[in-house]
């Protein structure tokens, strides 16, 4: 079992910037790749962005491209949401998730979830 423990939602003006973290223990895959997703209220949850194991290469929802940055930290199990340039429309809870495959935007890949974090932007 992967536990995932998101952290660093808040509230936010429209502009503002926040980092979320996402805290993995438990069981770990030696390079797993690990992913962001958000969920809005009455919306889908949607791919926002992911990292691959060794941390190389990354891919962006483009609604999020240009402001958002995904990064981990290999030694501490944690991966990071950069979020500048926030918008209203990005408020939503904000889930990690880790998958045993490559990285990928495809929710059904991804094993292990955390239980999410809110972010709130103000306009």
């Known amino acids: 079992q992967v536990q995932l423990v998101e952290s660093g939602g808040g509230l936010v003006q429209a502009g503002g910037s926040l980092r979320l973290s996402c805290a993995a223990s438990?069981?770990?895959?030696?390079?797993?790749?690990l992913g962001w997703f958000r969920q809005a209220p009455g919306n889908e949850r949607e791919f926002v962005a992911a990292?691959?194991?060794?941390?190389?290469?990354?891919i962006y929802a483009d609604s999020v491209k240009g402001r958002f940055t995904i990064s981990r930290d290999i030694a501490k199990n944690t991966v990071y949401l950069q979020m500048n340039r926030l918008k209203s429309e990005d408020t939503a809870v904000y889930y990690c998730?880790?998958?045993?495959?490559?990285?990928?935007?495809?929710?059904?890949?991804?094993?292990?979830w955390g239980q999410g974090t809110q972010v709130t932007v103000s306009s």
């Open positions: 998730a880790v998958t045993d495959r490559v990285m990928t935007t495809r929710q059904e890949i991804y094993n292990y």
């Open positions: 990292i691959s194991g060794s941390g190389g290469s990354t």
């Open positions: 438990g069981r770990t895959f030696p390079r797993y790749a």
